[in-house]
């Protein structure tokens, strides 16, 4: 279990627990903990828990309560004989827990969970199964969930379900398993199976029972996995982060191989979108947070260059509440690594109902992104296990070049040959990135030196903007510095108040190979910050003369036609980062107040 929890821990590090149903009929075996699971551990290694034969463990979030010992999950109800564990926001839990507390049930955390737990609980005394308790439990509630229960009268059976949030099932050989992801079981089986909104599951050692809010037998056929077990391990790194970090022409080579068929189309992983639609479409939009979201407007410069379409970039949290112009000709995509970002799922689902096509470029198989999109292209980069987004933002820029390669292909805005030498460029980025992480030895020294500086600023034009924003984001979540990215062009009206001397400045500088009037207005730019004091570090081209000069810094990137270029950029910017933090003593894998998949809105 702790093996499970641990590969899980991404999605929430402020408390975890474990709750087991032994050979007592009335009490489950419980340990729970504040902190990371390294503190649940240690607590077992003292006291472990007795053997049993059905069990649930949650890593948590914190949403209602804070992150002490009795918000940790699970939480027991029904004097101990009932445990339960839940992911996402119980929106009326407090009408349920003044309803239950008239009841005279009495509370022991200020979770929304409690009340959920409760009130299944209160089903199971009218002489419901964990099952139909579960039904009856989900019924009543709103918001966000996956509830996982167990009851030690029911020693064989974990019951479960969900709406708005995740929920896998693991098929094994005389087992079986619930995750909020499949890496939670892929060390004991990749044959999986997806749960629909406001299923209920029930599993034993023998079978997996899937079932509708209304009872109704769900049939549904199990996938394969295609990551494995080894992926979601460390492989010889000292963090997730650099091992993922160090993936990246695996996960850039894995995305772009065997996509396009003989005649440039775009073979799509699951669904479809016809493509006499996909020819109409007159606008895109892509809705993405964070990382993705920067991905997406790497994605907004190719797309346009290469399709003429207008390409509009959305964070999806704004998106639905600005009341945006969607029609059946426009193309809604959807960028997330893990498939289960709330405020994306929301974006996706206002532009269904306005009636737009949604295509998702995701990471995660089977996750909810994937399953509600009308076509799905697949990153594949493998589980990414460090908060910090690395390789699935390459793969994402990756996968929107394709889907770019193919409109452009579709539409007839580029002729065979012009398609063909994009594609070489492309095949060549995996060996590029490669030769990056070869020579980024330098970097790791300046890392360390600039340890302690609290500020630092990162410049870039064009798609070295969204390298910009990425490498200051990276630098935030990481070491906590202060930090930010700027277009370079933006920094005369106003943000070059800031510089003073001696103040680090990132500069993403364009090749200078057909693109002279961007890069030598980007050279304007450095020199403008250096002549005021600025201490510039120049990420450029290999053979770019003129960045040596104005570079107190240079760091080279091998030569790059300049749309792909963020593909060989960043990777400077990501190493950078990580070991700043790591010089700093921090956990890059884990940053304070972060959750891999934010499933709230
Ligand atoms: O799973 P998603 O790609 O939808 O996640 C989106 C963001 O939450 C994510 O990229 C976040 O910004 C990363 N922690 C940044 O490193």
Same mark, same amino acid.
């Given at each position: 279990?702790?093996?499970?929890?641990?590969?899980?821990?991404?999605?929430?590090?402020?408390?975890?627990?474990?709750?087991?149903?032994?050979?007592?009929?009335?009490?489950?075996?419980?340990?729970?903990?504040?902190?990371?699971?390294?503190?649940?551990?240690?607590?077992?290694?003292?006291?472990?828990?007795?053997?049993?034969?059905?069990?649930?463990?949650?890593?948590?979030?914190?949403?209602?309560?804070?992150?002490?010992?009795?918000?940790?999950?699970?939480?027991?109800?029904?004097?101990?004989?009932?445990?339960?564990?839940?992911?996402?926001?119980?929106?009326?839990?407090?009408?349920?827990?003044?309803?239950?507390?008239?009841?005279?049930?009495?509370?022991?955390?200020?979770?929304?969970?409690?009340?959920?737990?409760?009130?299944?609980?209160?089903?199971?005394?009218?002489?419901?199964?964990?099952?139909?308790?579960?039904?009856?439990?989900?019924?009543?509630?709103?918001?966000?969930?996956?509830?996982?229960?167990?009851?030690?009268?029911?020693?064989?059976?974990?019951?479960?379900?969900?709406?708005?949030?995740?929920?896998?099932?693991?098929?094994?050989?005389?087992?079986?398993?619930?995750?909020?992801?499949?890496?939670?079981?892929?060390?004991?089986?990749?044959?999986?199976?997806?749960?629909?909104?406001?299923?209920?599951?029930?599993?034993t050692p023998e079978g997996v029972t899937v079932t509708t809010l209304t009872g109704a037998v769900v049939e549904r056929e199990p996938f394969e996995v295609t990551w494995d077990a080894s992926a979601a391990q460390k492989g010889g790194f000292a963090t997730f982060m650099d091992k993922e970090i160090h993936d990246q022409p695996a996960a850039v080579a894995d995305?772009?191989?065997?996509?396009?068929?003989?005649?440039?189309?775009?073979?799509?992983?699951?669904?479809? =979108?016809?493509?006499?639609?996909?020819?109409?479409?007159?606008? =895109?939009?892509v809705v993405a947070c964070g990382t993705a979201a920067y991905a997406g407007m790497v994605a907004k410069y190719a797309v346009e260059h290469w399709t003429r379409i207008p390409v509009e970039v959305e964070l999806a949290h704004e998106f639905r509440y600005r009341d945006p112009i969607l029609t059946a000709r426009t193309l809604v995509v959807a960028m997330s690594?893990?498939?289960?970002?709330?405020?994306?799922?929301?974006?996706?689902?206002?532009?269904?109902?306005?009636?737009?096509?949604?295509?998702? =470029?995701?990471?995660?198989?089977?996750?909810?992104?994937?399953?509600?999109?009308?076509?799905?292209?697949?990153?594949?980069?493998?589980?990414?296990?460090?908060?910090?987004?690395?390789?699935?933002?390459?793969?994402?820029?990756?996968?929107?070049?394709?889907?770019? =390669?193919?409109?452009?292909?579709?539409?007839?805005?580029?002729?065979?040959?012009?398609?063909?030498?994009?594609?070489?460029?492309?095949?060549?980025?995996?060996?590029?990135?490669?030769?990056?992480?070869?020579?980024?030895?330098?970097?790791?020294?300046? @890392?360390?030196?600039?340890?302690?500086?609290?500020?630092?600023?990162?410049?870039?034009?064009?798609?070295?903007?969204?390298?910009?924003?990425?490498?200051?984001?990276?630098?935030?979540?990481?070491?906590?510095?202060?930090?930010?990215?700027?277009?370079?062009?933006?920094?005369?009206?106003?943000?070059?108040?800031?510089?003073?001397?001696?103040?680090?400045?990132?500069?993403?500088?364009?090749?200078?190979?057909?693109?002279?009037?961007?890069?030598?207005?980007?050279?304007?730019?450095?020199?403008?910050?250096?002549?005021?004091? @600025?201490?510039?570090?120049?990420?450029?081209?290999?053979?770019?003369?003129?960045?040596?000069?104005?570079?107190?810094?240079?760091?080279?990137?091998?030569?790059?036609?300049?749309?792909?270029?963020?593909?060989?950029?960043?990777?400077?910017?990501?190493?950078?980062?990580?070991?700043?933090?790591?010089?700093?003593?921090?956990?890059?894998?884990?940053?304070?107040?972060?959750?891999?998949?934010?499933?709230?809105?």
């Open positions: 279990m702790l093996g499970g929890l641990e590969r899980l821990e991404y999605r929430g590090y402020d408390s975890a627990g474990i709750a087991v149903v032994t050979s007592d009929p009335e009490k489950l075996a419980m340990a729970k903990k504040a902190g990371k699971l390294t503190n649940l551990a240690k607590v077992l290694a003292e006291s472990p828990l007795p053997d049993g034969t059905a069990a649930i463990g949650h890593t948590r979030w914190a949403t209602h309560g804070g992150p002490t010992d009795s918000n940790a999950h699970p939480h027991l109800a029904a004097g101990g004989r009932i445990a339960i564990i839940h992911n996402g926001i119980i929106e009326n839990y407090h009408s349920l827990r003044t309803e239950l507390m008239e009841q005279g049930v009495e509370f022991q955390s200020e979770t929304d969970t409690e009340a959920a737990g409760h009130l299944l609980a209160s089903f199971v005394d009218k002489g419901q199964t964990l099952a139909q308790a579960m039904r009856s439990t989900a019924l009543r509630l709103e918001g966000a969930f996956t509830l996982l229960a167990i009851d030690a009268r029911e020693p064989h059976t974990v019951v479960g379900t969900r709406r708005n949030s995740p929920l896998v099932v693991g098929l094994g050989d005389g087992e079986n398993f619930l995750g909020s992801d499949v890496v939670a079981f892929i060390e004991y089986t990749r044959t999986a199976l997806e749960l629909d909104q406001d299923e209920i599951v029930e599993i995305t772009l191989r065997g996509r396009l068929d003989d005649h440039g189309r775009l073979k799509l992983d699951e669904g479809t =979108i016809p493509e006499a639609l996909l020819a109409a479409v007159d606008k =895109i939009i690594q893990s498939g289960e970002t709330m405020d994306t799922i929301m974006a996706i689902r206002h532009a269904k109902q306005q009636g737009s096509p949604v295509a998702a =470029i995701v990471n995660v198989q089977g996750s909810t992104i994937a399953r509600e999109a009308d076509a799905v292209l697949y990153t594949r980069a493998g589980p990414e296990i460090a908060v910090a987004s690395t390789k699935a933002f390459l793969a994402q820029i990756s996968a929107a070049y394709l889907l770019g =390669i193919y409109l452009a292909e579709l539409r007839g805005n580029k002729f065979a040959d012009e398609i063909a030498s994009l594609l070489r460029d492309l095949d060549e980025m995996p060996s590029k990135i490669q030769r990056v992480l070869d020579t980024a030895e330098p970097l790791r020294d300046l @890392a360390r030196d600039m340890a302690s500086e609290k500020t630092v600023l990162f410049l870039g034009r064009h798609v070295g903007y969204p390298v910009a924003l990425e490498g200051a984001l990276k630098l935030k979540e990481l070491a906590y510095i202060h930090a930010e990215g700027f277009a370079a062009g933006e920094l005369k009206h106003g943000p070059i108040a800031l510089i003073e001397e001696g103040q680090p400045v990132f500069i993403v500088l364009p090749s200078p190979r057909g693109r002279e009037v961007l890069h030598s207005k980007v050279i304007s730019n450095i020199q403008e910050v250096r002549a005021r004091g @600025a201490r510039t570090v120049v990420i450029a081209e290999e053979g770019d003369e003129a960045a040596a000069q104005f570079a107190d810094h240079l760091v080279t990137v091998p030569q790059t036609p300049t749309l792909l270029m963020p593909l060989v950029t960043v990777v400077p910017l990501q190493i950078f980062a990580h070991e700043l933090a790591t010089a700093k003593g921090y956990d890059v894998d884990q940053p304070r107040n972060l959750a891999k998949s934010v499933t709230v809105e």
